[in-house]
């Protein structure tokens, strides 16, 4: 069966109206999932609502600025791309853009080519810094992003779309614990307000279920009681 790569998701910040219909227009039609937001406050939310690929962030907004709102996101660790839409020729914009944690910057007016291309190089370097593929080398196995699998010791088990997501965010974030709260933000996209639920728990049983089978092999997921959940140290690797 043929795999089909996931799409990527961009979140574009953007108090113009017909800018941003023609910037979401654009990437829709290269086949990215595109989120909106008009306002600071309302980016300040979305922007906890999920995972995204990059962030096209304008800098002056109503409600909250972009700077603020990067400066914001970084404070949480969160490494994900921002791309800054500045006025033309406002230096000043573009250095407190970078030195609050953008990672680049376009001026207004700005070529559409230009801007993809940016977007494009951008997603790049973040993927080749994770070292990002079709599979992931997890606790001796191999999960496999795209065929849904968990291979090890020539055993494979089928896995849903959420495990996956799950285990790959535990993998990308593997150098410290996740909380439950993170992980129903980010994978379930909750919106970012305190929510009463075992939804993580649950799915967590049934992923350890599936890929912890072997009794001689260590945890793959472990339980950090108060805190979280992160990849065991030899799944970490």
């Not at 800018?19 to 600071?40: I, K």
């Not at 990672?103 to 700005?110: E, H, I, L, R």
């Amino acid at each position: 069966m043929a795999r089909t790569a996931p799409s990527r998701r961009i979140l574009i910040v953007e108090d113009e109206a017909a800018l941003l219909v023609g910037l979401r227009d654009t990437f829709e039609l290269r086949g990215f999932e595109v989120v909106t937001a008009t306002d600071g406050r309302e980016a300040a939310r979305v922007m906890r609502m999920g995972r995204y690929d990059v962030i096209l962030l304008d800098v002056m907004l109503p409600g909250k600025n972009g700077v603020t709102l990067c400066r914001e996101l970084r404070a949480e660790h969160d490494a994900t791309p921002i791309l800054f839409l500045t006025a033309k020729g406002d230096e000043e914009d573009k250095v407190r853009g970078l030195r609050s944690g953008g990672d680049d910057y376009v001026t207004k007016p700005f070529g559409v080519k230009e801007l993809v291309a940016r977007v494009d190089a951008l997603i790049r370097r973040v993927e080749v810094e994770r070292g990002v593929t079709d599979t992931l080398a997890i606790g001796g196995g191999v999960l496999d992003l795209g065929a849904l699998e968990f291979r090890r010791d020539g055993r494979a088990v089928t896995l849903t779309r959420r495990e996956v997501d799950i285990l790959r965010y535990l993998y990308e974030h593997r150098r410290r614990v996740v909380s439950r709260d993170e992980l129903l933000r980010r994978v379930w996209e909750y919106p970012p307000v305190p929510v009463e639920t075992r939804t993580v728990d649950i799915h967590m049983g049934k992923l350890r279920q599936k890929i912890e089978v072997e009794p001689e092999n260590p945890r793959l997921i472990l339980t950090v009681r108060g805190e979280g959940y992160a990849l065991g140290k030899g799944a970490a690797s």
